[in-house]
């Protein structure tokens, strides 16, 4: 079993739909990224919370360290969201991060 | 900035080959990071430097990997000799001290024949 698991892995919805992307992980962390890969490759890093919610745009992250879950949200989706959502985690005073597999994300018209 | 800089961008090499990669962190950033993102295993660590130390390099596969960094700006990831199971897309990334966001290159494309 990885140490961090993404559900789905695929998932496709119409423009405007809200869309829900979870992340389970096994381990204590201090702190769970939420990274966007471009169709064309590119990773930008999307959010970074250890606690609560947060929000950007159309995009809301939210974790739940008693219960080891993470969820990506977004609004109003739009085809340009289309891409790979990748959690990763972080534990203790390490740099070292433990990505998930993604979820393709495609938003379609 | 100009952001993290890798090259080349894409690669095709023969088995047996030397390939080197090679990686321009942001200017000021102080920790480089070595990714492999395949199909089967999604993005891993392979090494990481703080100060162009070499801090965690467990995730590097085998001897005929190694990693460098004479200076702040500059790092390669050699390969030698290249297997087809190489074949990947290897990213590089960078952050400073004061914030654990990390910032990626675009990657380089390496497929090994």
């Known amino acids: 079993k990885n140490e961090v698991e993404q559900s789905p892995q695929n998932l496709t919805a119409q423009e405007g739909e809200f869309i829900t992307i979870n992340c389970s992980y096994s381990?204590?962390?201090?702190?769970l990224h939420w990274l966007q890969q471009h169709p064309g490759g590119g990773i930008v890093s999307l959010f970074m919370?250890?606690?609560g919610k947060k929000k950007h745009g159309r995009l809301i992250a939210t974790i739940n360290i008693q219960e080891k879950h993470s969820s990506l949200h977004i609004t109003a989706s739009h085809p340009r969201d289309s891409a790979v959502y990748i959690c990763?985690?972080?534990?203790?005073?390490?740099?070292?991060?433990?990505f998930g597999t993604g979820t393709r994300l495609q938003v379609t018209l | 900035d100009a952001g993290v800089i890798q090259s080349p961008r894409h690669e095709v090499t023969e088995m047996g080959q030397e390939v080197t990669l090679r990686c321009k962190p942001i200017?000021?950033?102080?920790?480089l990071f070595w990714y492999r993102q395949t199909m089967m295993r999604g993005l891993e660590l392979l090494i990481y430097?703080?100060?162009?130390?070499?801090?965690?390099d467990s995730g590097m596969p085998e001897d005929r990997f190694s990693a460098k960094m004479p200076n702040a700006s500059f790092s390669t990831l050699k390969i030698q000799p290249s297997e087809p199971r190489d074949s990947a897309v290897y990213f590089c990334?960078?952050?400073?001290?004061?914030?654990?966001?990390?910032?990626f290159g675009p990657g380089t494309r390496l497929t090994v024949t």
């Open positions: 990334a960078s952050r400073n001290h004061s914030s654990y966001e990390q910032y």
């Open positions: 381990v204590g962390i201090s702190a």
């Open positions: 919370l250890s606690s």
């Open positions: 990763a985690v972080r534990t203790g005073t390490a740099s070292k991060l433990t």
């Open positions: 200017s000021g950033h102080d920790y």
């Open positions: 430097f703080n100060n162009n130390v070499p801090i965690d």
